[in-house]
């Protein structure tokens, strides 16, 4: 297998895992962080590589179209970890959109390649998504719903980069005589 096809595998399989170990539906938000540079084995923010984020948006944005879920792409720290979405994702949800596109240097070749082959994307500051996918160490954890619970995936690494994922849970309330719901 080429190694982009290998990339496209993978971070399918990943996605198509964390979806159905989290429970993410039609509708729901996943948040999404990824180093091209870890994956083709640099440092993170140091060796971007616009073919392998391609690869890396192929492969989530299949599988959200497959399943109705959501995708918000996150951006590097030059812009702030602000993301991608769709604009009627970010009406749905009430985020307002903030102005500025990705480039490979300058929000990352992942997020560069989402605005890309989104229908009418825009960049948001903060999102609070259900489950999320963490590609080389991109710290997502800002963006998802405030009680995270890690995901232990059996893709352990896309490419040479480390894979973390966590769902999200309602927060349980009220002490020792509390009953909850399973």
């Known amino acids: 297998m080429e190694p982009l096809e290998q990339i ?5 399989a990943a996605g198509e895992e ?8 039609r509708g729901d ?3 999404v962080g990824c180093s091209s540079s870890e994956i083709c084995g640099g440092q993170i923010g140091h060796a971007s590589s616009p073919e392998t984020g391609k690869a890396v948006a192929q492969a989530l944005l299949r ?12 951006c590097c720290e030059h812009l702030n970890r602000a993301l991608i979405v769709e604009r009627t994702t970010a009406e749905r949800f009430g985020y307002e959109p903030v102005c500025v596109r990705p480039v490979p240097k ?3 070749s992942f997020a560069t390649a989402v605005y890309e082959a989104m229908q009418e994307p825009v960049a948001v500051e903060h999102v609070r998504a259900k489950a999320g996918l963490d590609i080389g160490g991109t ?5 998802l719903k405030e009680v995270a619970v890690p995901l232990r995936l059996s893709v352990k690494a896309i490419g040479s980069a480390g894979v973390a994922a966590a769902k999200t849970r309602p927060k349980l309330i009220g002490g020792a005589r509390a009953v909850y719901p399973e």
């Open 29 to 31: 938000l996943l948040v």
């Open 63 to 74: 599988l959200c179209a497959e399943t109705g879920v959501l995708l918000a792409a996150q």
């Open 139 to 143: 710290l997502i954890g800002m963006h």
């Open 106 to 108: 300058a929000g990352g």
């Open 8 to 12: 496209l595998s993978e971070t399918y």
């Open 18 to 25: 964390l979806v159905r170990l989290s429970g993410l539906g």
